[in-house]
């Protein structure tokens, strides 16, 4: 006869509080919540000037945020919009496939270190799979060393030059 085996019971406990924010992908009706993240693009990259003064007309964020090659991810808390990022799809022309790269990404002050970036880069990957997407990329300045941790923590570092060319007039 066999003796009755007892199976172990794992329980485990986080000590990490459970996210009290949401993410949400913007469509053209979010308005609202568009300007609220310009908002906190301006207060995070202490540019206010960029992100406020000449804030595009509704018809235009409408239309942007309808377009499949931009997506605008925030994170919610209550009524409050506490960060986001704002991203555009780059389809390839030497494969069938594309590749996204994170334009701007920001979280209020008073939020960070709280998942928020991570919550909101992780969405990003999600709907970047279901595009049949192949890689995000995204830029940081040297200077940001919190920036720079964030995304060698997810992801793979190259070293590159980045240059500004003017645009010509007609």
Known sequence: MRANTVQPFLFTMSLEPTPSFTIQQLSATDDVL???????????????????????RPAYLRQLLA????????AVEGSQVVGG???YE???????????????LAVAT????RGVATGLIRELQR???????????VQADLPDEPA?????????????????LPVRAR
């Open 127 to 137: 709907i970047g799979g279901e595009r049949g997407a192949y890689v995000l990329f």
């Open 110 to 113: 008073g939020q960070r270190r």
């Open 67 to 74: 377009s499949d090659a931009f997506i605008a991810l925030v």
């Open 34 to 56: 568009m300007n609220a993240l310009l908002d906190v693009f301006g207060e995070a990259f202490e540019d206010a000037e960029t992100y406020s003064a000449h804030r595009p």
């Open 148 to 164: 720079i941790a964030l995304y060698a923590g997810l992801g793979v570092r190259e070293d590159v030059l980045h240059f500004d």
């Open 85 to 87: 990022l704002a991203a």
């Open 90 to 104: 780059l389809k390839k022309f030497e494969q069938e496939r594309s590749e996204i790269y994170i334009y701007d």
